[in-house]
């Protein structure tokens, strides 16, 4: 199975339609269209899933680039072994006291004191 990662057509496009478009060139396996959970509305890329080799190439040569209803779209192999972003670590909300307590106290240790001038209150 070849998979596909499909980005640029129109929102408002039917999952028949691009199993449509993409049907002509080759067999497919699956088709699926990344949605918003909340809204359940199209976020403009997906995956197609294809049988064969041949027909991925085919599909990728002639639907790359095609404009759809005004929006051009683009067709490339999806990257199976893409590294993972590393994503930032947050602060535990929902620590117990203790750790609370101890986190506070540093961030009040590094602040500087304000000083009061002509009624408002500036950093020295």
Do not use: C, W
């Amino acid at each position: 199975m070849i998979k596909l990662f499909v980005v640029g057509y129109p929102l408002d496009i039917q999952e028949s339609e691009l199993i449509e478009l993409f049907s002509f060139h080759g067999m497919i396996n699956s088709l699926d269209l990344v949605t918003d959970k909340f809204t359940k509305k199209h976020k403009g890329f997906g995956f197609v899933e294809m049988v064969d080799q041949a027909g991925a190439d085919r599909a990728i040569r002639a639907l790359n680039g095609l404009v759809l209803r005004g929006r051009k779209i683009s067709v490339k192999l999806a990257e199976e072994n893409r590294p993972e972003r590393s994503r930032p670590t947050r602060i535990n909300h929902f620590a117990d006291n203790d750790q609370q307590n101890n986190i506070k106290q540093d961030t009040f240790k590094n602040k500087r004191p304000r000083k009061l001038v002509n009624n408002t209150f500036r950093a020295e």
